[in-house]
């Protein structure tokens, strides 16, 4: 069974941004293998974090010269500036129970298999801001809370596109696509509609 890096949403209004890229990790340093940059087939650099459960993954099984594709959490403050959570590796044949078919390594293949593409991201929340003079919007997302003593985990996302201010406070569902720093709008879908004003 192909597992796919970027599930179905199990909920109608379930809150989400995660995505694919391909590239190859470079650690600041030896001894801090956390942080560092992903540098995807272009040389672009993007800042990035591994996250706990990927840091093991990456310490067993990656070798740092190699193009592998990182399942990955975006953050930004504004259009320029892209962030990554490392949140997992999508190798279907090492680190996951995939039969080994050699008719089947080439992992584009794969991903188009399960409607998916290198640097595609799904992004689900509500649409906070419109700016149409710059064509940025806003999306704010509150991933569901695992422990009630966790502090409040909302952030927001600035992606370039346009969307009617109409659609403000709306729930929506986009896919994005990332060019260099920046996430793009492809296509969306108004989910529901009427989010009340104060949550």
Known sequence: MLKNPIPKVTNQLQHRA????KGKFTPISNEQLNRGFLIDNEDEKIETVVLGKALSLLKKHIDL???????????NKNTQNLHLQVAGIWDPYQLN?????????????LLEELDLKDNYFSVRGELVFVNTHNKEIVIKICP???????????????????LSLELLHRFVSLDINREGNSLQLIKYEVIEKNLSKNN
């Open 18 to 21: 995660i995505g694919i890229i």
């Open 65 to 75: 010269k190699k193009s592998y594709y990182w399942i990955v959490y975006p953050k």
């Open 97 to 109: 129970d995939f039969p080994n078919d050699s008719s089947k390594t080439n992992f584009s293949k």
């Open 144 to 162: 569901a809370m695992k422990s009630k003593n966790l502090k409040n985990k909302n952030f927001k996302l600035v992606i370039k596109g346009e």
